[in-house]
Nanobody
Framework: QVQLVESGGGLVQAGGSLRLSCAAS????????MGWFRQAPGKEREFVAA????????YYADSVKGRFTISRDNAKNTVYLQINSLKPEDTAVYYC???????????????????WGQGTQVTVSS
């Protein structure tokens, strides 16, 4: 099993920024593709961003393109999500996830991931 712990969430004003972190342990972090998902109350969990095991490929949901940046530091066993120009609709619990497979169409689907963190709350006020 892989353990994932998110941090960096908080309450911010619209237009502000946050940097979320996901620290991994239990297995070799660099061998996994990583993703970020989010879930607002009463809504389905939705894909946000993904990054390949090497960091060479990224993929973003249309709703966050140009505002969010996913990155990873394999030496630190950590994946990041830089969130800029926050909007109230970005309010959600943000989850990181790890997948044993390589990049494919599955990276945008929650069922494509094998391990999940507990989430960190991001709240954006208007």
């Amino acid at each position: 099993q892989v353990q994932l712990v998110e941090s960096g969430g908080g309450l911010v004003q619209a237009g502000g920024s946050l940097r979320l972190s996901c620290a991994a342990s239990g297995r070799t972090f660099s061998s996994y593709a990583m993703g970020w998902f989010r879930q607002a109350p009463g809504k389905e969990r939705e894909f946000v961003a993904a990054i390949s095991w090497s960091g060479g490929s990224t993929y973003y949901a249309d709703s966050v393109k140009g505002r969010f940046t996913i990155s990873r530091d394999n030496a630190k066993n950590t994946v990041y999500l830089q969130i800029n120009s926050l909007k109230p609709e970005d309010t959600a619990v943000y989850y990181c996830a790890a997948a044993e497979g390589q990049f494919g169409g599955w990276v945008t689907k929650a069922h494509g991931y094998d391990y999940w963190g507990q989430g960190t709350q991001v709240t954006v006020s208007s």
